[in-house]
């Protein structure tokens, strides 16, 4: 009856959703979950750089070291059972798990390892740079990676700790894949990308059976995952774009989980047989003074433009369940973090801070924003609040890319974006928030300190330099902290909230797990009671 069950769910969850359809209720061994999946472009975990993507990459492979469902915040060893760091030498020895292996039964071999770099290094697709800023390069890698006594040595050229390696070799396109069955599959010497676009060869707790686009992503059980198979036995990822029908098909008890309810709809839902958990997330939300507008460049106006967001008023309204209070680079619930918020909404402040530097006002000022609930919203309780003091922005609507390409011309004046990390080390916000060596107009710089033409002082490159550097990972946590404060304090980039995902599921489904980013989304511990 089980498994007829689940034939007649997996049968109905393929087809077009219809008014009227009736669906099996949810097996107790299958989690169901109703979400927008359209942005996926690639799974191959060499190319793969969409939320979705990292979502099922996490879930089918492994790496050497990474941040597990347990404890997201915890580097541990993957398919490595333990390490050796040699700072001056430049590189990190990996000893491999004994009896690991693929879901295909093959085991995991050092040769495997070096496969993986190898092919991300070489095919040089969309997320290559996370690793390729070791040094790598197709010419190098055969020596920069090795296998010396059954052991695998990484070693990097450049300025870097070993835990900042640790960090990048945890990353999505680090993922190990299964040399014999991705080379069987290879077409046209693409190092099999095309194949892994619609199949996996990892040895992570799931193995991907089905993809179909815009459609449904279905991962079964891997029976030899090394920490023991799932208690799911399938996981069943239904393409549903509209949020009205993820609301239904949840209380009508057809799926697990809604991914992407709206705050309406969240607060509607039935609390007997439906659960709400917000989860904090990287991406951290900001306001950005260009620094070629002059009138934007005395440091009093960013320190009184930090008493003139309405922190509060946004995230207990329109901001409700989609983000938090948050004023630092770093996002909470990572090591290196900094969580104190000491500016609130004080307008007498802000006009005070004005006046002691001088600043005459009215500053009239453009603020480019992404034409779309939420930040339309918060541009326009960012118009309400600065002009009390005398600083008037010109809403500026455009897409994303209208708005983004703008952003990296440096044509902008003021500008309300958000940022995300591209791997999980504080260095990847350090330098995007508080670096900035060469401000002149052609050293192109993908940051929001050179696309704000902030000249960063000396001083504080250094320390990010310096940190970059630090072996000692708790001292290297602390030195991140100093250049938050110091960001914090004074910088033309105004930090104001994290981002935050609200998820409703079904009340039995427990253990699932939502990091910060969709790299940490892990059903390995989800049970139905």
Known sequence: MKMLRAALLATALSLPLAAGA????????????????????????????????????????????????????????????????????????????????????????????????????????????????????????????????????????????????????????????????????????????????????????????????????????????????????????????????????????????????????????????????????????????????????????????????????????????????????????????YDETPFTYDVEKAKQILADAGITTPIDVTLDVINSTPFTDMAQSLQATFAEAGINFEILPGTGAQVITKYRERTHQAMLLYWGPDFMDPHSNAKAFAYNSDNSDDNYTATTTWRNAWAVPEELNAKVTAALAEGDQAKRNELYVEIQKEAQASSPIVIMFQAALTIAMANNVEGYVNGATSDFVYYRLVTKL
């Open 22 to 337: 009736v669906y099996a209720a949810t097996p107790a061994d299958a989690l169901v979950i109703a979400q927008n999946i359209d942005d996926i472009v690639a799974l191959d975990p060499a190319q793969a750089y969409e939320f979705t993507s990292g979502e099922i990459n996490t879930n089918v492979y492994d790496r050497l070291v990474q941040y597990e469902a347990e404890d997201t915040t915890a580097l541990v060893g993957g398919l490595a059972s333990e390490w050796v760091a040699d700072e001056a030498a430049k590189t990190i020895t990996f000893t491999l798990r004994d009896g690991a292996t693929f879901a295909s039964g093959n085991p995991v071999r050092p040769e495997d390892v070096l496969f993986s770099f190898k092919r991300v290094v070489t095919l040089n697709l969309t997320p290559a740079f996370i690793l390729t800023q070791l040094g790598w390069t197709p010419e190098n890698i055969d020596s920069m990676v090795t296998i010396v006594d059954g052991k695998v040595v990484v070693q990097w050229d450049g300025d870097f700790a070993s835990a900042f390696v640790l960090n990048v070799l945890a990353a999505r396109p680090a993922s190990i894949v299964d040399e014999v069955t991705v080379m069987a599959n290879e077409t046209a010497g693409d190092w099999g990308n095309a194949w892994l676009n619609t199949h996996s060869a990892g040895s992570g707790p799931f193995v991907m059976e089905d993809y179909r686009p815009a459609e449904i992503v279905r991962l079964t059980a891997n029976e030899n995952y090394f920490r023991g198979a799932p208690a799911m036995k399938s996981v069943i990822i239904r393409h549903v774009a509209e949020a009205a029908t993820q609301q239904l098909l949840l209380t009508s008890g057809d799926v697990d989980i809604a991914k992407n309810l709206t705050p309406d709809q969240i607060a509607g839902l039935p609390a007997d047989t439906v659960k709400v958990e917000t989860y904090p997330q990287a991406a951290v939300h900001f306001l950005s003074f260009n620094q070629k507008t002059e009138s934007l460049t005395p440091p009093a106006v960013w320190e009184a433009a930090r008493y003139l967001v309405d922190y509060d008023g946004m995230t207990q309204s329109f901001l409700a369940g989609q983000m938090e209070k948050h004023q630092a680079f770093w996002p909470k619930g990572f090591p290196g973090s």
